[in-house]
């Protein structure tokens, strides 16, 4: 009679709790786990264990669901890292599942053995494990589940040794529903209602984990009872908030100074789902003032560290909707509307005309995946995110390597909306093989290159911090057209503005993945 193993109650496990897509890289240390693969499990192949876990973090951000990742041992964790490091930052339900040598070789310090597995991806993992014992690994994987999807959601790592999958196990594997969110104190919530009432300028600040809980009809709905000005968080990594509402007033830049600038003229400032608050640079002003504030927040950390402002812990949700059952309709003015810029002429291929000439073209229901440090200001101002629902990812950690393996990870969780992203030359090749899995799965996404021929916002941040003679910084040469044909996807190079438009139009019709790759001016100022 063939035994149970640890591996067949673990896909038993998987398949209870909706894990069956599965991103991964193989080495040797994973082939029990991977060995007479099911029918109806899904297996995305990366060509570089960081590009795998960007892909799985954007499928998880899409789907707003857990998602399970295989690695090589400490050789494939490690290169895995920098996008570990920006999927707990951007709050993405990672299962990391790594192999390990066999239980008999470790402590011989084996080729291919991973010393002091469960350490090496801390800090920036919620919880790991390497289980005591092949039958504790499918428990092991049921709570790195609940973990992983509690709010503040994040990666969790187990570290298995590739002898237990064959381990026989009658050990029973209960799976559990998925915990849901928490709402915030009643008194908290009458304390805040009361500032509300008595302000006379109150502004909303939404993060990332607002659209993350589904809770934008909620926030809008919220800032038109208010009347209030709603801002997007210091370096949001998702759209909160629909940027064509008349309520929108803009985008905080990450610097003390400006945030205090910006918010000046209201007397209560109410952060949803964010930090208050995330900054980059320091400008010699880190004493500005700020106007009151009340940050609700589902992570106890953002309340802990916040050096201002009264805390209210929820999640985001709920902690609206408890809102919106005490708010009266407001009679104050609302704000003016947030002045558009003029469309840009056109006569040279800048960043500016380059997101115009898209925000004209992209389909409703578009969602796009941005990595273009030099350019995200022109973003903002040039190509508003008006489809909320995981209408726009991008990194809240400012590792390079997010956008191409991203945009691919989002077209295979929403095979409904057509995926645009829109990358920079340097951060394309942190993940360019992510070019690859999209061919291979034929998915029909479009690749914008932003080729300004240098990492733009290393030597615009070295200008603005007074540097001088960076080396680094100066790239060129590249052909990605070319380097798109060579791994399956089509490719076309823009280098006039004439020819934009008509370029753009047509690899956003096309059913197969393509790479635009468009030639820029120089950017000059560093913006956010």
Request: overall charge negative; some cysteine; glycine content about 10%.
């Amino acid at each position: 009679m063939i035994k149970r193993t640890v591996l067949d109650a673990t896909r038993e496990l998987l398949r209870e709790l909706g894990l069956t897509t599965v991103f991964g890289n193989p080495g040797t240390t994973e082939v029990p786990f991977l060995t007479d693969w099911p029918d109806d499990f899904d297996y995305v192949l990366g060509l570089q264990e960081s590009v795998v876990v960007a892909m799985a973090d954007a499928y998880a951000q899409a789907t707003r669901e857990a998602v399970l990742v295989n690695l090589h041992s400490a050789g494939g964790v490690g290169h895995s890292l920098g996008s570990l490091f920006t999927a707990y930052r951007n709050r993405s339900p990672l299962i990391i599942v790594a192999g390990q040598q066999v239980r008999s070789l470790l402590p011989h310090e084996p080729f291919l053995g991973a010393m002091d597995a469960a350490e090496f991806p801390k800090p920036y993992v919620k919880w790991s494990i390497e289980p005591a014992s092949a039958e504790d690994v499918p428990a092991a994987l049921a709570r790195a589940y609940h973990i992983a999807t509690q709010a503040p959601s994040g990666p969790v790592f187990v570290s298995v040794p590739a002898d237990d999958w064959t381990a026989p196990t009658e050990r029973p594997v209960v799976s559990r529903p998925r915990v849901r969110g928490f709402a915030p104190d009643p008194e908290a919530i009458d304390e805040l209602n009361a500032a509300l009432e008595a302000a006379e300028r109150p502004a909303i600040v939404v993060g990332g984990a607002v659209d993350q809980d589904s809770a934008v009809p909620e926030t809008v709905a919220l800032a038109e009872r208010l009347n209030a000005g709603v801002w997007a968080a210091p370096m949001s990594y998702r759209c909160s908030f629909p940027e064509n509402h008349p309520l929108f007033q803009g985008f905080l830049e990450p610097e003390r100074g400006a945030v205090a600038d910006a918010l000046a003229a209201h007397d209560l400032v109410l952060v949803l789902g964010a930090p208050a608050f995330t900054y980059h640079v320091d400008r010699g002003r880190g004493d500005a003032p700020l106007p009151p504030l009340f940050i609700l927040s589902d992570d106890e950390q953002i309340l802990a560290r916040a050096f201002e402002g009264t805390g209210i812990r929820a999640t985001p949700k709920l902690g609206i909707r408890a809102l919106l059952n005490v708010v009266e309709r407001s009679t104050r003015p609302a704000p003016a509307p947030r002045p558009r810029p003029a469309k840009p002429s056109g006569a040279t291929l800048t960043g500016e005309f380059l997101y115009a000439t898209l925000a004209d073209l992209l389909p409703d229901n578009a969602l796009v995946v941005e990595e273009a440090p030099s350019h995200r200001g022109m973003l903002h101002e040039h190509l508003p995110i008006t489809s909320t629902g995981s209408g726009f990812l991008t990194m809240a950690s400012g590792t390079l390597g997010y956008g191409i393996p991203g945009a691919v990870g989002a077209a295979l969780a929403r095979p409904d909306r057509k995926v645009v992203a829109v990358v920079g030359d340097g951060s394309s090749m942190y993940g360019i093989q992510g070019l690859w899995t999209a061919a291979r799965e034929q998915l029909p996404v479009t690749f914008v290159i932003f080729d300004n021929s240098e990492y733009a916002a290393v030597r615009l941040l070295g200008d603005t911090l007074g540097g001088a003679k960076l080396p680094g910084t100066e790239l060129g040469g590249i052909d990605f057209a070319a380097l798109a044909g060579s791994m399956g996807c089509q490719g076309v190079t823009i280098t006039e503005p004439s020819g934009l438009a008509a370029g753009l139009a047509a690899a956003l019709a096309d059913p197969r993945p393509t790479l635009v790759h468009v030639r820029v001016a120089p950017t000059h100022a560093l913006s956010y």
